[in-house]
């Protein structure tokens, strides 16, 4: 006797194989270009500004955690873990920050980061790492600015915008290179031609090639 069987369409099913701190890393990336790219520099910015900084690349997990929040960026219990985890790699109970900036909004490819160098050593006199807010001043060219083209802000309130960006640890109107390396790396993530961008830093420093 002949058996015939009822053949069945088997649904299949899509495992997803990325690792769960890149998953969380992605939602958090999708969150906060909907929010913003502003967003990415306020982030370094808020980071570098906890008590807990170590002046170089790190900061306690609860201080990283609350600087999300802060901003609107809320994960399920799991998922704060999960990232602190990945970025405390001493573990030692402290995340290191610019490797999660850096995981977010990526790097500037060479042209780019050479012509933010060249911005910020046009400025800095003494070999310090650091340069002074007050010089820029004179030269920032804000003409390009979207709000100055408007009219809605003048150039002069254009500086002021681009000044609060840094934190001023040292309470004399200075700049660290790291800081000024987050702002531009930010700024690059939003501008997709290396050209338009390396036109941008040129004209708003008034660098020479």
């Given at each position: 006797m002949q058996i015939v069987t009822q053949s069945k369409k088997v649904k299949k099913?899509?495992?997803?194989?990325?690792?769960?701190?890149l998953i969380v890393l992605t939602s958090l990336r999708d969150k906060?270009?909907?929010m913003g790219y502003d967003q990415?520099?306020?982030?370094?910015?808020n980071l570098r500004n906890t008590k807990s900084y170590n002046g170089i690349n790190k900061?306690?997990?609860?201080?990283?955690?609350?600087c999300l929040r802060d901003i609107g960026l809320l994960l399920p219990k799991a998922a704060n873990e999960k990232l602190v985890q990945y970025y405390d790699k001493d573990i030692d109970g402290y995340v290191y920050f610019v490797e999660f900036l850096k995981s977010l909004r990526g790097e500037p490819n060479q042209q780019r980061q050479e012509v933010i160098d060249k911005a910020f050593m046009k400025f800095e006199k003494d070999?310090?790492?650091?340069i002074d807010i007050r010089d820029l001043k004179g030269v920032f060219n804000a003409s390009r600015h979207p709000k100055v083209v408007s009219g809605e802000i003048t150039q002069e309130q254009a500086f002021d915008e681009f000044a609060r960006n840094f934190n001023d640890r040292t309470g004399a109107g200075k700049i660290e290179k790291c800081e000024w390396d987050d702002y531009f790396a930010a700024v690059s993530a939003s501008v997709v031609e290396d050209d338009?961008?390396?036109e941008?830093?040129?004209?708003e420093w008034e660098i020479q090639d």
């Open positions: 099913i899509k495992i997803n194989k990325k690792p769960y701190n906060i270009f909907k990415i520099r306020i982030i370094g910015k900061i306690e997990k609860d201080d990283f955690l609350t070999g310090s790492g650091m338009h961008f390396i941008l830093l040129k004209g």
